[in-house]
């Protein structure tokens, strides 16, 4: 049977991330509650400011920007049990690490998380 489905999605260069899976992450990341102190990110903030880091790097194929969405959605869903999700965050954490020994030391994916990692380990108490 042939597919006759839409798939919309945003282009990044050759690069064509579906928007079933954009979305996903996008609603899983704004069922996080906002974090009320101002000087700081917290994990809904993090998440999203990750998000739009990996929707941005023109250095992941299409395959690894859509495999870091789906990570990234787990690491969302994790969040809404942060003390009973400890391994499926260390997980999805060794995840991108692995993902940036591939891109140039440079990329701004990179930088973000750099940045993030701190308010992500701290939300899961590591």
């Not at 704004?30 to 990750?50: A, V």
């Amino acid at each position: 049977m042939e597919d006759k489905s839409i798939k919309v999605g945003t282009s990044y260069g050759s690069n064509f991330v579906t928007g079933d899976v954009q979305g996903n992450v996008t609603a899983s990341i704004n069922e996080l509650p906002d974090f009320s102190e101002s000087n700081k990110p917290g994990i809904k903030e993090s998440l999203t400011q990750l998000q739009e880091a990996i929707e941005a790097e023109s250095n992941l194929s299409q395959e690894d920007k859509e495999e870091a969405f789906k990570q990234l959605q787990s690491l969302a869903e994790a969040g809404k049990n942060p003390e009973g999700n400890q391994q499926t965050a260390k997980g999805v954490i060794r995840f991108f690490r692995g993902l940036f020994i591939e891109l140039p030391k440079t990329a701004k994916l990179i930088e973000q998380w750099e940045k993030l990692l701190p308010a992500i380990a701290d939300f899961f108490g590591f």
